[in-house]
T-cell receptor
Framework: GENVEQHPSTLSVQEGDSAVIKCTYS??????FPWYKQELGKRPQLIID?????GEKKDQRIAVTLNKTAKHFSLHITETQPEDSAVYFC?????????????FGRGTQLTVWP | EAGVTQSPTHLIKTRGQQATLRCSPI?????VYWYQQALGLGLQFLLW???????NRGNFPPRFSGRQFPNYSSELNVNALELEDSALYLC???????FGPGTRLTVL
């Protein structure tokens, strides 16, 4: 099955700086890559996703890039704010597959210092 | 529109007991996915139900089971509880874009 690896496990940045979280996947058939943000004590929330026919997607301060050849994708957060502090999870799946499940990375604890 | 709901919020059991967790997907969604999130770990896939049938299962022992009802709500049962079953159990609705608030299971 698919294997998703996520780095780094922890990331500390100063407010206003950029943060980058990277993930790799093993199954070249995976075609859907969502990112979730989980604040302490809360449920994971989808913040952005990308499909394999797109190389980059942006939503305000958040962007995701995908390199299908290298099988890696990254989350970029610009102009970080203290409220960006959370655990971020990447995931991969074969959208449209009868398997249906998401394969998650182990998460990155992002801390933004004021 | 109501989101994904789960009950109970918290559940405390002792080793060997059984736990039943419940999930209601977003109205109109027919799939329910269950994930286990142990402390400090990512989300581990447990089960996927769609249209009342189990479609896929993760690498968990058979004492983890469940079912989906005609109204598409779902139940996760964990038998013969072990200490390491302590975790946050999350369910997600179709497309897995929406997660429920989770059930925090503590096994003493």
């Amino acid at each position: 099955g698919e294997n998703v690896e996520q780095h780094p496990s922890t990331l500390s940045v100063q407010e206003g700086d950029s943060a980058v979280i990277k993930c790799t996947y093993s199954d070249s058939a995976s075609n859907y890559f969502p990112w979730y943000k989980q604040e302490l004590g809360k449920r994971p929330q989808l913040i952005i996703d990308i499909r394999s026919n797109v190389g980059e997607k942006k939503d305000q301060r958040i962007a995701v890039t995908l390199n299908k050849t290298a099988k890696h994708f990254s989350l970029h957060i610009t102009e970080t704010q203290p409220e960006d502090s959370a655990v971020y999870f990447c995931a991969a799946s074969l959208r449209g597959s009868t398997l249906g499940r998401l394969y998650f990375g182990r998460g990155t604890q992002l801390t933004v210092w004021p | 529109e109501a989101g994904v709901t789960q009950s109970p919020t918290h559940l405390i059991k002792t080793r060997g007991q059984q736990a039943t967790l419940r999930c209601s997907p977003i109205s109109g969604h027919t799939s329910v996915y269950w994930y286990q999130q142990a402390l400090g770990l990512g989300l581990q896939f447990l089960l996927w139900y769609d249209e009342g049938e189990e479609r896929n299962r993760g690498n968990f022992p058979p004492r983890f089971s469940g079912r989906q009802f005609p109204n598409y709500s779902s139940e996760l049962n964990v038998n013969a509880l072990e200490l390491e079953d302590s975790a946050l159990y999350l369910c997600a609705s179709s497309l897995q874009q929406f997660f429920g608030p989770g059930t925090r299971l503590t096994v003493l």
